[in-house]
């Protein structure tokens, strides 16, 4: 049977391993430790996801995602009523788009 001194140590060992491992997380403002989290990668077209605020705007991303644009990102209307947006083209490289009133997607020069 062991003595109570090295019971008390192992005690003290095992408690002051747990209280370290617990500083080594970050804490989350939740409560609770949160676990690490890979770097976040920045994309060159902007935010990942953005709301669409109108049913124009949902239109005028799918129109642009018709004529074979991906990752369609900004959708804005202009005051001449084009809509202009930032995508990928099929070589995958950032381009400015513009969609005109006739439904046309054209790159921006």
């Known amino acids: 049977m062991m003595n109570r001194p090295l019971l008390a140590v192992l005690l003290i060992l095992a408690s002051a391993s747990a209280a370290s491992a617990q500083e080594a997380w970050p804490r989350s403002p939740y ?4 676990a690490p989290r890979a ?3 920045a ?3 902007g935010a990942r ?3 669409t605020v109108t049913v124009a705007t949902a239109v005028a991303r ?3 995602e018709k004529s074979g644009y991906t990752g369609v990102r900004g ?7 084009t809509w202009h947006a930032v995508a990928r083209n099929g070589q995958n490289a950032p381009v400015s788009v513009v969609l005109d009133g006739q439904g046309n997607v054209s790159e921006a020069r």
């Open 31 to 34: 409560g609770g430790n949160s």
């Open 39 to 41: 770097p976040v990668q």
């Open 43 to 45: 994309d060159g077209l």
């Open 49 to 51: 996801s953005e709301p």
């Open 62 to 64: 799918t129109q642009i």
């Open 75 to 81: 959708v804005s209307r202009a005051a001449d009523g």
